[in-house]
Nanobody
């Protein structure tokens, strides 16, 4: 069973940067992704990374966020630059299989002030 733990969230001013990490309990051959849920809004896809290393980003973060993974360290990353107040949300990482099963971890809070 794969488990994931997000970290790296915090408080940052608009224009700043954060790097989120997702520790995976065991090696996975799934594609992975980052998702977020802002107050009063539905959870949305932020970025995905396929097993063949192809990426896809939400239009709202394209050019600012970068998803990556380090298979040797069993870790998934989300580099977030030029942060905006609208980026404020709880951020979750997931694998394709866990996403399809609607399984989620605790997430990590990102708050961007103006």
């Amino acid at each position: 069973q794969v488990q994931l733990v997000e970290s790296g969230g915090g408080l940052v001013q608009a224009g700043g940067s954060l790097r989120l990490s997702c520790a995976v309990s065991s090696r996975t051959f799934d594609g992975v992704g980052w998702y977020r849920q802002a107050p009063g809004k539905q959870r949305e896809m932020v970025a995905t990374l396929t097993i063949t290393k192809r990426t896809n980003y939400a239009d709202s973060v394209k050019g600012r966020f970068t998803i990556s993974r380090d298979n040797a360290k069993n870790t998934i990353y989300l580099q977030m630059n030029s942060l905006k107040p609208d980026d404020t949300a709880v951020y979750y990482c997931n694998t394709d299989s866990r996403y399809r099963a609607n399984r989620w971890g605790q997430g990590t809070q990102v708050t961007v002030s103006s």
